[in-house]
Each structure stands twice: as structure tokens, then as C-alpha cells.
């Protein structure tokens, strides 16, 4: 917890895909699990495109400067490849 407060946080982050911005998603300032529903994307058939995560705001820290992310992960439904 002390270092969670030391370090900036994460506050808005931007999904591209292909370069193209989608989405912002705003965090909350607490430790653990958020989750967000993020609306279906038609994308093209095999997919092979780059999705991106931005850093666009964060919590500052008290101490330190850097932000840290612990995991990222993607959870879908149907025909995903």
C-alpha cells in the first residue's frame, strides 16, 4: 500500500487500435481489480492489428514520478482470434 501511494497511478488510459483511438477509460484510485466493458469492435479477419494503451492522466505519487501497470488482460466472448 505504501508503495501503491509513492507511485503515480494510472487515471485515464486511451485503447487505439491501428493508431485509431477508441476509448478512454478512467480508473479509479484504489488497488486491485477494475474491470471495464469495452463495446465489440468489427475488426478484420485474421486479426492481425496492434491495439494500443496510452497513458493520458495519472494519480500523481508521493514520492516518485514513474507510473506503474501490473497487468493488463483481455477477456472476450464468440469467435475470437
Sequence with gaps: ?????????PKVIELSVDGEPKLRLHLKDTMGLQQFEIPKLALERPSKHAITLKIMDVFPGTNFEDTCIAEVYFQGTGKMH
Design 1 to 9: 500500500a505504501t508503495l501503491f501511494r509513492q507511485n503515480a497511478r
